[in-house]
Protein backbone atom coordinates (compact mmCIF):
# COMPACT_ATOMS: atom_id res chain seq x y z
CA UNK A 1 0.00 0.00 0.00
CA UNK A 2 1.19 3.46 -0.46
CA UNK A 3 2.62 5.22 2.77
CA UNK A 4 0.22 8.46 3.45
CA UNK A 5 1.85 11.85 2.57
CA UNK A 6 2.41 14.16 5.37
CA UNK A 7 0.09 16.63 3.80
CA UNK A 8 -3.07 13.36 4.74
CA UNK A 9 -1.96 13.02 7.83
CA UNK A 10 -1.51 16.66 9.30
CA UNK A 11 -4.55 19.33 10.14
CA UNK A 12 -4.69 22.67 9.35
CA UNK A 13 -2.39 24.02 11.85
CA UNK A 14 0.37 21.39 12.03
CA UNK A 15 -0.62 18.65 14.24
CA UNK A 16 -1.12 14.70 13.71
CA UNK A 17 -4.96 14.10 13.06
CA UNK A 18 -5.03 11.22 15.66
CA UNK A 19 -3.45 14.40 18.16
CA UNK A 20 -6.37 16.39 16.86
CA UNK A 21 -9.08 15.91 19.66
CA UNK A 22 -12.06 16.39 17.73
CA UNK A 23 -10.52 14.00 14.69
CA UNK A 24 -9.16 11.37 17.44
CA UNK A 25 -12.44 11.45 18.77
CA UNK A 26 -14.53 10.76 15.39
CA UNK A 27 -11.91 8.23 14.35
CA UNK A 28 -12.49 6.24 17.44
CA UNK A 29 -16.60 6.15 16.58
CA UNK A 30 -16.02 4.97 13.35
CA UNK A 31 -13.39 2.66 14.64
CA UNK A 32 -15.79 1.13 17.21
CA UNK A 33 -18.65 1.33 15.11
CA UNK A 34 -17.35 -1.01 12.23
CA UNK A 35 -15.83 -3.26 15.02
CA UNK A 36 -11.92 -2.56 13.86
CA UNK A 37 -11.69 -2.24 17.70
CA UNK A 38 -14.11 -3.80 20.15
CA UNK A 39 -16.04 -2.09 22.77
CA UNK A 40 -14.54 -2.21 25.97
CA UNK A 41 -15.95 -0.07 29.38
CA UNK A 42 -13.03 2.22 28.87
CA UNK A 43 -14.03 3.12 25.18
CA UNK A 44 -17.63 3.29 26.15
CA UNK A 45 -16.53 5.87 28.71
CA UNK A 46 -14.40 7.57 25.91
CA UNK A 47 -17.29 7.98 23.22
CA UNK A 48 -19.63 8.76 25.76
CA UNK A 49 -17.81 11.32 27.05
CA UNK A 50 -16.67 12.91 23.45
CA UNK A 51 -18.38 15.37 21.64
CA UNK A 52 -20.03 12.40 19.97
CA UNK A 53 -21.42 11.43 23.13
CA UNK A 54 -22.33 14.83 24.30
CA UNK A 55 -22.30 13.94 28.27
CA UNK A 56 -20.10 14.90 30.57
CA UNK A 57 -18.54 13.23 33.49
CA UNK A 58 -22.18 13.56 35.96
CA UNK A 59 -24.23 12.58 33.51
CA UNK A 60 -22.21 9.52 32.92
CA UNK A 61 -22.95 8.88 36.57
CA UNK A 62 -26.27 9.13 36.29
CA UNK A 63 -26.37 7.08 33.31
CA UNK A 64 -24.63 4.10 35.17
CA UNK A 65 -26.80 4.52 38.44
CA UNK A 66 -29.83 4.40 36.30
CA UNK A 67 -28.78 1.49 34.08
CA UNK A 68 -27.58 -0.22 37.34
CA UNK A 69 -30.98 0.61 39.18
CA UNK A 70 -33.21 -1.26 36.47
CA UNK A 71 -30.50 -4.21 36.30
CA UNK A 72 -31.20 -4.55 40.28
CA UNK A 73 -35.41 -4.21 39.62
CA UNK A 74 -34.82 -7.09 37.12
CA UNK A 75 -32.73 -9.05 39.64
CA UNK A 76 -29.55 -8.74 37.76
CA UNK A 77 -26.13 -8.13 39.03
CA UNK A 78 -24.13 -7.04 36.38
CA UNK A 79 -21.89 -4.31 36.81
CA UNK A 80 -22.42 -0.98 35.04
CA UNK A 81 -19.43 -1.10 32.89
CA UNK A 82 -21.17 -4.38 31.48
CA UNK A 83 -24.06 -2.61 31.47
CA UNK A 84 -22.82 0.59 29.05
CA UNK A 85 -21.20 -1.36 26.80
CA UNK A 86 -24.44 -3.89 26.57
CA UNK A 87 -26.52 -0.91 26.16
CA UNK A 88 -24.20 1.28 23.42
CA UNK A 89 -24.37 -2.69 21.29
CA UNK A 90 -28.37 -2.42 21.59
CA UNK A 91 -29.99 0.49 20.06
CA UNK A 92 -33.05 1.26 21.95
CA UNK A 93 -31.88 -0.12 25.23
CA UNK A 94 -31.64 3.70 27.16
CA UNK A 95 -34.85 3.88 25.69
CA UNK A 96 -35.99 3.38 29.34
CA UNK A 97 -33.86 6.26 31.11
CA UNK A 98 -36.37 9.33 30.29
CA UNK A 99 -33.51 11.94 30.62
CA UNK A 100 -31.34 14.00 27.65
CA UNK A 101 -28.67 11.63 29.18
CA UNK A 102 -30.59 8.75 27.83
CA UNK A 103 -31.41 10.22 24.42
CA UNK A 104 -27.85 11.11 24.02
CA UNK A 105 -26.28 7.52 24.67
CA UNK A 106 -28.99 6.24 22.59
CA UNK A 107 -27.88 8.25 19.75
CA UNK A 108 -24.24 7.04 19.82
CA UNK A 109 -25.68 3.76 20.37
CA UNK A 110 -27.80 4.36 16.98
CA UNK A 111 -24.66 5.92 15.29
CA UNK A 112 -22.70 2.63 16.12
CA UNK A 113 -24.80 0.30 14.97
CA UNK A 114 -25.54 2.35 11.78
CA UNK A 115 -21.54 2.33 11.03
CA UNK A 116 -21.70 -1.17 11.37
CA UNK A 117 -24.37 -1.63 9.01
CA UNK A 118 -22.89 0.61 6.44
CA UNK A 119 -19.52 -1.18 6.98
CA UNK A 120 -21.63 -4.41 6.13
CA UNK A 121 -22.42 -2.68 2.92
CA UNK A 122 -18.63 -1.84 1.91
CA UNK A 123 -19.36 2.13 2.47
CA UNK A 124 -15.55 4.03 2.23
CA UNK A 125 -14.08 5.67 4.48
CA UNK A 126 -15.16 8.86 3.90
CA UNK A 127 -18.48 8.10 4.19
CA UNK A 128 -18.47 6.39 7.32
CA UNK A 129 -16.90 9.76 8.61
CA UNK A 130 -19.49 11.77 7.36
CA UNK A 131 -21.98 9.34 8.58
CA UNK A 132 -20.91 9.72 12.15
CA UNK A 133 -20.43 13.47 11.78
CA UNK A 134 -23.91 14.35 10.51
CA UNK A 135 -25.43 12.08 13.09
CA UNK A 136 -23.58 13.91 15.81
CA UNK A 137 -25.44 17.14 15.20
CA UNK A 138 -21.89 18.70 16.03
CA UNK A 139 -22.19 20.56 12.90
CA UNK A 140 -24.33 23.62 14.07
CA UNK A 141 -23.23 23.77 17.51
CA UNK A 142 -19.35 24.12 16.93
CA UNK A 143 -20.12 26.58 13.96
CA UNK A 144 -22.20 28.76 16.27
CA UNK A 145 -19.82 28.96 19.00
CA UNK A 146 -17.12 29.56 16.31
CA UNK A 147 -18.70 32.74 15.67
CA UNK A 148 -18.58 33.96 18.98
CA UNK A 149 -15.23 35.06 20.87
CA UNK A 150 -12.97 34.22 23.47
CA UNK A 151 -11.59 30.44 24.58
CA UNK A 152 -15.16 28.63 22.75
CA UNK A 153 -14.88 30.27 19.81
CA UNK A 154 -11.21 28.87 19.64
CA UNK A 155 -12.04 25.77 20.41
CA UNK A 156 -14.78 25.44 18.26
CA UNK A 157 -12.59 26.52 15.07
CA UNK A 158 -9.40 24.33 16.22
CA UNK A 159 -12.40 21.29 16.37
CA UNK A 160 -14.15 22.57 12.96
CA UNK A 161 -10.24 22.52 11.79
CA UNK A 162 -9.44 19.04 12.88
CA UNK A 163 -12.89 17.87 11.33
CA UNK A 164 -12.17 19.39 8.17
CA UNK A 165 -8.48 18.01 7.65
CA UNK A 166 -9.84 14.69 8.80
CA UNK A 167 -12.87 14.85 6.05
CA UNK A 168 -10.01 15.99 3.28
CA UNK A 169 -7.39 13.27 4.12
CA UNK A 170 -10.44 10.80 3.97
CA UNK A 171 -11.27 12.35 0.05
CA UNK A 172 -7.70 12.04 -1.15
CA UNK A 173 -7.81 8.45 0.13
CA UNK A 174 -10.78 7.55 -1.08
CA UNK A 175 -9.68 9.29 -4.19
CA UNK A 176 -6.33 7.25 -4.52
CA UNK A 177 -7.33 3.92 -3.84
CA UNK A 178 -11.53 3.59 -4.00
CA UNK A 179 -11.49 0.53 -2.63
CA UNK A 180 -9.12 0.87 0.29
CA UNK A 181 -11.01 -0.64 3.24
CA UNK A 182 -11.52 1.80 6.42
CA UNK A 183 -9.81 -0.45 8.52
CA UNK A 184 -6.63 0.56 6.42
CA UNK A 185 -7.41 4.20 6.82
CA UNK A 186 -7.82 3.92 10.18
CA UNK A 187 -4.28 2.06 10.95
Known sequence: FPTPRSSDL??????ALRDDRAARALLTLVDVGIGRSPLTPALAVDLLLSPFGGIDRLALRRLRLALRAEELAGDGNRTS???LVDALSA????ATIDHRIGRNADRLARTLAELRSRNEQHDTIEELLWLA????????????QALSAGITAAEANANL?????????????????PDLEPELFLD
Open 161 to 177: DGVLALFTAAKRSVERR
Open 10 to 15: TSVGGT
Open 91 to 94: PGRF
Open 81 to 83: DEL
Open 133 to 144: WDRSGLAAVWFD
